[in-house]
């Protein structure tokens, strides 16, 4: 679903943030993203939505080379991704229901659709009866649900996640990553950029980890597998 092939990202300050980073995620695949602060987490995301281009190397995206998109097809390439911030980018002066809904609403679904689909995203987060609410009311757990069902309320075939726990307890965090879990399960392919080392272990999924930009590490945490 994602190939990274020998991709680079330099900016135009002379700063290295990525370097010839070569890995395979595949359909339905959950992987987490670690590294130090600095190393290359977030820029690699970006990559993939299209934030920023690589400086070298391809990224291809359901057998589509992102390099090929110009500019103006880039939101038919995010339409096919969900993204979760760190700390949720919710809009504290719209309901629940309207921040879920901004999406298909930018996309321009229909008003039937849009009520459907809200409401099944609420309920695969657990927050169906919450649609009324403001998010300043909720809890920071219940905004990351809200923010979670933002970015898969267009039923994505990628969810990406940077931090998605950072502003979390263990508990709530463990809670946020099932569903994330359960997402992949359905065939959803999901990459989270994370800090929680105690947290992924002991989920035990794929790991890439980044050191200054490069690949250090490609394990499977399950099984031990994988390369440097």
Known sequence: MIVFDAVSKRYPNGHQALQSISAEIGRGELVFLTGHSGAGKSTLLK????????????????????????????PYLRRQIGFV???HQLLFDRSVFDNVALPLKIAGFESRD?????????AKVGLENYDKQRPENLSGGEQQRVGIARAVVNRPKIL??????????PALSAD???????FSQVGVTTLIASHDLAL????????????????????????GTGHE
Do not use: C, Y
């Open 114 to 122: 849009i009520q459907r689909r809200v409401r099944a995203a609420l």
């Open 85 to 87: 911030f760190q700390n």
């Open 160 to 169: 990406l996640a940077d931090e998605p726990t950072g502003n979390l307890d």
């Open 200 to 223: 992924i272990a002991r989920l035990q999924h794929r790991i890439l980890t980044l050191r200054s930009g490069q690949l250090l590490h490609d394990v499977n945490s399950r099984d």
């Open 176 to 182: 946020v990553m099932d569903i994330f879990e359960q």
């Open 47 to 74: 990559l993939i939505m299209l934030i920023e281009r690589a400086s070298e190397g391809e990224i291809l995206v359901g057998g589509q080379k992102l390099s090929e998109f110009s500019n103006h097809r880039i």
